[in-house]
């Protein structure tokens, strides 16, 4: 299979990028630009002109009937663009409300917002790049574009733009300082393209044409942004990002007083060149980060939460996006968990020309003296090389290594279970390749890897055994193809019974996996349906000696309406032959043998309501079998109000009952999370987070304040509460319902300073 994809990728690979045609001149600026959103300086009269966008929905087809017009021009400092987005003419349009936005939030949501949106791809590479836009309020967007399109908006960084508000229109101005981009020395020739979301038309559109599968951000379907001349070099590129933080805390579990904290630490980028940047950082905090939503667990095996801290984030698909979904040889939130202190990191990454990305990370944590941890220390190494049109081969090392470490003495209890501490290994090694195909046209995609892990010898005492030293090591492929009407999809994968990756992501050892799906759209002219059509997906688990231990196979039905609604039916079909005991509550009651075979069937539906509605909301439901011949409901309900542009009103619900034979008998579970966000201005944002999980019985409240008083500079303010909710079930015996586990108060200042 790998010999196909390489000859594929050799195939497309002497083709020129397809709208290479479509290209942008950019022009020095002769005189100032102020960023106010008046365009009234000299230099937007004369820059070349980005107009007449491709539709991309709801055809792709035809021309774009709302009108976009875009100019680009540079100084010395920056590159600026102007945008005017014309307002199209809807009958019976409310003309009090020209614009439709969540709020004033930064990042938000693509289809939720009428929204001008740009992608650069610096390197023209068509791989990596950033993207930077606005909704029509003036709320900024931000991140980093990967694997030729994918976007990490957790990424932050310093640039200003003014968004004005006509009766026919809005209007863009922007500024994206040097120093914000990475880019190669003496390029003259970046990827470029333009989008545009007019939710009351329910258009999409482009500058270059893209078809209706692919996202706008799709980095092989840019045009070309002509520079007059190179674009300049930064000059010194050093960036201080200082932090101070007060705060206190009080454990009401225990006797403790409260506590107060003070800390401060260091961030600091250093430019190497253009394109390579070493990032710095000493004591971090990320107390500000938003906290994860919470799910109801009925899975076996560890769920997985993203990455949302600043320091790790910037080329972080390097490291984090090497293997799959669920075999990632390097995960960051490994680092620091639980609460385990980070003392200093250092990070190198960036391009090294047009073909070469390297990347390099080495992070030291302190040592935790309550459950025996050392000192630890996580070092990452990433390299790519870029083949034919779009694919590159990768490599990755990871090693996590403990300080100063002593082997421990574990005294067997007399139960036979080891006493006292827990035995940490002395390192955990992973070396991996992969080739990632992604073909000039965009339609096929792929990857093939092989991972190996080192595993320390086992300590004396322990219960591991030294002969687990074999089978420890992941293959797996995939192929996708996927055209205006066609998906079709295979992946196998193969993961040893000892392969560790202590560092990484991955849930599920010992079995072999195979995946087939296989999809159809149809797309009528006309009518209340954009597309529909349906989906088969069906995935097979063996275990080491070959049995089958796993399978659900999922057909599903999707109709998207011209409206943005979504409507969806499936029917799934599973099979589980536990391979450990699982309590199918997940809960800490009684658990299902080893061993044990069991059989169900389920089937659910789920709609998302139109978007561009100020109440939306959308509904899931879930029933069938499950474990040990019994059933499974799950009800989900999300609301949302928006008051334009200023407040924000959202509200999930989900219910689970489970009915079990005895010992389990009948199981409910509330999962509630209402969310309130205000939005002052788009530089001042508060907002407040309850989620009630009755499975883990916690009630958690977060309220967060954040003032961005200079661009990438914040005051935040953190406010937590938990809650020990009581047995009883949801809305019952309120009196005695909930009581405090702890509380705390935060306060965080940083600054970013340019040297």
Known sequence: MVVIWLLIGQSVGIAQKKNEGYQLRISRATSPVVVDGTLDEPVWQTADVATNFWMVLPADTSRANVRTEVRMTYDEQAVYLSAVCLLGNVPNAASAVPYIVESLRRDWSFGKNDNFIFFVDTFDDQTNGFTFGVNAAGAQWDGLLYEGGKANLSWDNKWTSVVRNYPDRYVVELAIPFKTLRYKKGISRWGINFSRLDLKTTEKSSWTPIQRQFPTASLALTGTLVWDQPPPQPGPNISLIPYVLGGMAHDYQTTSPTSSRFSAGLDAKVALTSSLNLDLTVNPDFSQVDVDQQVTNLDRYELFFPERRQFFLENGDQFANFGYSTIRPFFSRRIGLGGVPIRFGARVSGKLNKDWRLGVLDMQTGAVAETGLPAQNFAVLALQRRVFARSNIGMLFVNKESIGYQEPIVQPSPGGTPAGIPVYSQYNRNLGIEYN???????????????????????????????????????????????????????????????????????????????????????????????????????????????????????????????????????????????????????????????????????????????????????????????????????????????????????????????????????????????????????????????????????????????????????????????????????????????????????????????
């Open 437 to 755: 195909l992604a073909s000039a046209n965009n339609l096929w995609s792929g990857k093939a890897l092989y991972i190996r892990s080192f595993n320390a010898p086992p300590a004396p005492g322990s219960s591991t055994d030294a002969s687990t030293q074999g089978d420890n090591a992941v293959y797996a492929a995939n192929l996708q193809y996927f055209s205006r009407q066609w998906l079709i999809g295979a992946q196998l994968e193969a993961v040893g019974q000892n392969y560790t990756a202590e560092a990484g992501y991955v849930p599920r050892r010992g079995y072999e996996r195979g995946i087939g799906t296989l999809g159809y759209t149809f797309l009528p002219i006309g009518g209340s349906v954009l597309s529909h059509g349906p989906t088969v997906n069906s995935t097979y688990f063996f275990d080491p000696a070959g049995r089958q231990s796993d399978n659900e196979s999922v057909l599903s039905y999707t109709v998207t309406f011209r409206s943005k609604s979504v409507f969806t039916a499936w029917a799934a079909t599973d099979y589980v032959r536990l391979l450990q005991p699982f309590d199918p509550t997940n809960s800490g009651r009684p658990t299902l043998a080893t061993g044990t075979e069991h059989r169900w069937t389920a089937w659910g539906t789920d709609f998302d309501s139109q978007p561009q509605r100020l109440f939306t909301y959308g509904l899931a439901t879930r029933y069938g079998g499950y474990y040990a011949n019994g059933t499974r409901l799950n009800v989900t309900a999300d609301v949302g109000y928006r008051f334009q542009p200023y407040v924000s009103l959202a509200a999930s619900a989900s219910y689970n009952a489970i009915n079990l034979p005895q010992p389990w008998g009948q199981t409910t579970f509330w999962l509630v999370g209402p969310r309130f966000d205000l939005t002052l201005s788009n530089t001042l944002y508060a907002t407040t987070f309850v989620q009630y999980n009755e499975q883990q019985q916690n009630m958690n409240v977060n309220a967060r304040l954040q003032w961005r008083y200079k661009p990438a500079s914040d005051l935040f303010i953190v406010y937590t509460d938990n809650y020990l909710a009581g047995s009883a079930q949801f809305g019952q015996d309120v009196p005695g319902f909930l009581s405090v586990k702890n509380r705390a108060l935060v306060v965080k200042w940083t600054y970013w300073w340019n040297l």
